[in-house]
């Protein structure tokens, strides 16, 4: 069965260092991948999206992912956080054989000042 | 635009009661979504609908029912509401299969 993994639960980050949030997938093929974010209290919104091309895309605020087919991943980045970063992160799969999104655990960005 | 608007923001029901959760949408977007969101799971999809008329089961659909009966309006009905399906609920919408969901602000249900 098609699964996504955000293995780290909680990532501390010090204000102005760089930032990786990992994401790995089970799909036989290539998927399309998605980076929403969440503030406190607040809805969904998306970030970037992968649906072919380069494979490093650039998203709003400063993020990037870059997707590597032979690692299964889709990790998403920035090089220098901001306090206004502290949000939860979901990475999301889609498949062309089903409307459904798998969807990631979540991964909550706490900064440190 | 309003995009997509969810009412109500909280609600606090008694085991047994039912109620119906609204979600709206003014982009004209053929497909809409109901979730839940409980801590360390995620996102889980319970009903979808790709048109007016058409809906269908996500991953944890029991206890719960959908209609379309427009492009704009997909409703969540809770048809006997029990303590588990005290979660936080979101509702989505996007233009086409695997594009962007754009997400209404949530419904916060508590049951007792």
Known sequence: AQSVTQPDIHITVSEGASLELRCNYSYGATPYLFWYVQSPGQGLQLLLKYFSGDTLVQGIKGFEAEFKRSQSSFNLRKPSVHWSDAAEYFCAVGMDSNYQLIWGAGTKLIIKP | ?112
């Open chain 2, 1 to 112: 635009n309003a995009g997509v608007t969810q009412t109500p923001k909280f609600q606090v029901l008694k085991t047994g009661q039912s109620m119906t959760l609204q979600c709206a949408q003014d982009m004209n977007h053929e497909y809409m979504s109901w979730y839940r969101q409980d801590p360390g799971m995620g996102l889980r999809l319970i009903h979808y609908s790709v048109g007016a008329g058409i809906t269908d089961q996500g991953e944890v659909p029991n206890g719960y029912n959908v209609s379309r009966s427009t492009t704009e309006d997909f409703p969540l009905r809770l048809l006997s509401a029990a303590p588990s399906q005290t979660s936080v609920y979101f509702c989505a919408s996007s233009f086409g299969q695997n594009n962007e969901q754009f997400f209404g602000p949530g419904t916060r249900l508590t049951v007792l």
